[in-house]
């Protein structure tokens, strides 16, 4: 394999990211020990690597609302439909000439 001789931690990342994803199609798992080794070997601190765990299973334990996930759309929903209220009010209001 051709390879160059050093990468970006952005192009670094990239790889080490779809390498993962590509053991993940297989099936593979890893526990917190072996994420532990596997990032000290690659420079990554144990507390950052803690840190990043915490995180995960906080949030993957978390479940997310269906209002958080949607809060944009339903804010829209009821600019739009106060608006057409609004709309709807001052147009029987308004005596048609």
Do not use: C
Not at 21 to 40: P, S, T, W
Not at 79 to 95: E, G, H, I, S, Y
């Amino acid at each position: 394999m051709n390879e160059r001789r050093g990468y970006g931690d952005a192009d670094a990342k990239r790889i080490i990211q779809r390498a993962a994803e590509i053991d993940a199609e297989r099936g593979r798992q890893l526990d917190g020990a072996a994420l532990r080794e596997i990032a000290a070997e690659a420079g990554i601190s144990p507390l950052a690597v803690d840190r990043a765990l915490r995180e995960h299973e906080s949030t993957a334990l978390t479940p997310v609302s269906w209002v958080k996930r949607h809060r944009t759309a339903i804010v829209i929903a009821v600019v739009v439909a106060a608006l057409m209220l609004t709309w709807f009010v001052m147009r029987m209001a308004t005596p048609i000439s």
